[in-house]
């Protein structure tokens, strides 16, 4: 199973799971608001929306301005938001999403079995485990020879449960390529 989990994290450098693995710095400096299309700017701060969408996740950018009048209960399935900030275009190192929130929505994702979320919980875990804020303490196999692995939280030593959808190295890299669009820029 280590050796399983290992070939995943450590895909070849020219891999898009290293490539999201590492922080999640915005190369694009400039997007849309969802709502009004204004041009967001340099050093803006925004909220980012993350949007359930069948069978992906996506993200939505809102203006501030915007997003303070909407009525969140009104967008279609919201799974989560975080304010942040359009990073300057020299700006190195910029983290768009912080750790904390990464896990929030990673335990957010706990328990359910839609295969869209299972799937994004399962590259989250990925990315936690490259970070060194999730640790991997065992795996348990079904009649079925499908595989849970016990994760430990570092932060709070708590234990989570994730499903390991068994996902080949092609889906794993387009799913992280998702999810890295999703959480860094391309705006
Ligand atoms: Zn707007």
Same mark, same amino acid.
């Given at each position: 199973m280590l050796l399983y989990l290992y070939g995943y994290i450590g895909l070849r450098p020219n891999n898009e799971t290293l490539t999201m693995a590492k #922080?999640? %710095? &915005? =190369?694009?400096t400039s997007g849309l608001? +969802? %709502?009004?299309r204004k041009h967001l700017q340099e050093n803006d701060q925004f909220m980012a929306v993350l949007v359930e969408d069948g069978q992906d996740f996506q993200r939505q950018d809102w203006c501030l301005p915007c997003w303070q009048s909407a009525?969140?209960?009104? &967008? *279609? %399935? +919201?799974f989560g938001h975080w304010q942040t900030r359009v990073p300057r275009?020299? *700006? #190195? !190192? !910029?983290?768009?999403?912080?750790d904390e929130m990464l896990i929030n929505f990673f335990q957010r994702l706990q328990? =359910?079995? *839609?295969p869209a979320r299972v799937n994004l919980r399962f590259v989250l875990t990925l990315v936690l485990m490259r970070k060194k804020l999730l640790v991997y303490e065992r795996a348990v196999k079904d009649a079925e020879g499908n595989e849970t692995w016990t994760m430990r939280l570092k932060s709070d030593g708590e234990l989570h449960e994730v499903i390991d959808p068994r996902l080949d190295e092609e889906k794993i890299a387009e799913l992280s390529g998702q999810l890295s669009e999703i959480l860094q820029g391309h705006l």
């Open positions: #922080e999640y %710095n &915005i =190369s694009h608001c +969802v %709502n009004c009525d969140i209960g009104g &967008i *279609a %399935n +919201v275009r020299q *700006a #190195e !190192k !910029k983290t768009f999403i912080d328990g =359910s079995t *839609a």
